[in-house]
């Protein structure tokens, strides 16, 4: 079966615009997590999906950035205004939370900003 | 709140010869613990797990890992190297109970596996 997808592979951006990241999570999975990766940072944590439920903006850095799925199923992670400090790798991962609990990550979207 | 250490950056091994990984967790209650390999340029592949039961847990790719409560340690372990595993390797928590379903990395060890 298909695992989780990310779209773009690879994007690079002026600093100011706006980016949208996509993620596509294994088809039956209730719970979907958006992760960030950077040589400084290390793994951090931004959001997590958890079916119907509100999501868990904990991790989220700024306001600058959001996420949604919609129809618990494909994620959107937006960050508005890019800063140069938002360059980094962006991993999405999905679960079936009961169950399974390990999480199961895309390949990831590189976003340099320039 | 929840954290990992692994405290080898690089671990450099011969062929052949068995490995070792190390991981210390720190987490309110039970964990739940996780070994995840990531090769250059590509996403996070999960190895293995522990979530109850017994303590030698094993996994992909022969890779296998010794929970051991007392000493809050996750190591993950193989007993013949091969040049292939040389990769970067995480280890992961999560707190069993609570709302809270994110996992916390370790800072991840780089392992080189010499021919």
């Known amino acids: 079966g298909a695992g989780v997808s990310q779209s773009p592979s690879n994007k690079v951006t002026e600093k100011g615009k706006d980016v949208e990241l996509r993620c596509d999570p294994i088809?039956?999975?209730?719970?979907l997590y958006w992760y960030r990766q950077s040589l400084g940072q290390g793994l951090e944590f931004l959001i997590y999906?958890?079916?119907?439920?509100?999501?868990?903006k904990s991790g989220l850095p700024s306001d600058r950035f959001s996420a949604e799925r919609t129809g618990g199923s494909v994620s959107t992670l937006t960050i508005q205004r890019t800063q140069q400090e938002d360059s980094a790798v962006y991993l999405c991962?999905?679960?079936?939370?009961?169950?399974?609990?390990?999480?199961?990550f895309g390949p990831g979207t590189r976003l340099t900003v320039t | 709140a929840q954290s990992v250490a692994q405290p080898e950056d690089q671990v450099n091994v011969a062929e052949g010869n068995p490995l070792t990984v190390k991981c210390t967790y720190s987490?309110?209650?039970?964990?739940?613990l996780f070994w995840y390999v990531q090769y250059p340029n590509r996403g996070l592949q999960f190895l293995l797990k522990?979530?109850?039961?017994?303590?030698l847990v094993k996994g992909s790719y022969g890779f296998e890992a010794e929970f051991n409560k007392s000493q809050t340690s996750f190591h993950l372990k193989k007993p013949s190297a091969l040049v292939s595993d040389s990769a970067l390797y995480f280890c992961?928590?999560?707190?069993?109970?609570?709302?809270?379903?994110?996992?916390?990395f370790g800072s991840g060890t780089q392992l080189t596996v010499l021919p």
């Open positions: 999906f958890q079916g119907n439920s509100a999501p868990d």
């Open positions: 991962a999905s679960s079936l939370e009961v169950g399974g609990y390990e999480q199961y």
């Open positions: 088809s039956g999975h209730t719970a």
């Open positions: 522990y979530i109850t039961g017994d303590n």
């Open positions: 992961a928590v999560r707190a069993s109970s609570g709302s809270a379903r994110q996992l916390t």
């Open positions: 987490v309110s209650g039970n964990p739940y």
